[in-house]
């Protein structure tokens, strides 16, 4: 009876223990990601200048609509008016934002705009919360050019942001 005692407080010494660093090892990364969140990154703005040429248009719809993935459900949607929200759980709800050209798009140079799509990087340097820049930074320069210039000739829509953060 007193072996099985000790063996249960030291198998309950071990659950704790156990339970303490992975505690402490959420914490940490929870940190890191609040720190990378917060970092300023000096990522150049490209050369891009949009193209009112109907051939680089139809080449950024296609773009969009298909190997972008810009316009699915989960990212920025059909019309780029927003995507729907996702719970990310400790991230928090993300929602592709509205990115039609009196939203988003209309803070951003065709460089900045260039350099969010591929890159991930806001105006200010900081990251954006989620954005699958690896899907789209392979593109070549005028692609992205044909994206750039197809986003700004879409219809604006006046729906809300919906992401909310933790």
């Known amino acids: ?7 249960l407080k030291v198998l309950s010494l071990l659950v704790v223990l156990v339970a303490a660093t992975a505690a402490a090892f959420v ?3 929870c940190a890191q990601y609040d720190a990378s969140m917060a970092k300023v990154y000096e990522v150049a703005v490209p050369n891009v200048t949009r193209s009112m040429d109907a051939a680089v248009i139809v080449r950024g719809d296609h773009l ?3 190997i972008a993935g810009c ?7 059909a019309d780029l008016g927003g995507g729907k929200p996702i719970a990310m759980g400790p991230l928090g709800t993300l929602a ?3 990115i039609t050209p009196d939203n988003v798009a ?5 460089g900045e705009l260039a350099r969010l799509i591929t890159k991930g990087i806001k ?3 900081r990251s954006v919360r989620f954005m699958p ?4 930074d392979w593109l070549p320069d005028s692609d992205v050019t044909a994206i750039v210039s197809y986003v700004r000739t879409v219809k604006p829509s006046d729906r809300p942001n919906a992401w909310r953060s933790r």
């Open 106 to 110: 209309a803070a951003y140079s065709d």
């Open 1 to 7: 009876m007193r072996s099985l005692k000790r063996a």
């Open 64 to 66: 969009v609509h298909s």
């Open 71 to 77: 316009a699915a459900d989960g990212c920025h949607g």
């Open 133 to 136: 820049v690896q899907d789209i």
């Open 27 to 29: 914490c940490w990364r």
């Open 96 to 98: 592709g934002a509205n």
């Open 123 to 125: 105006r200010d340097g």
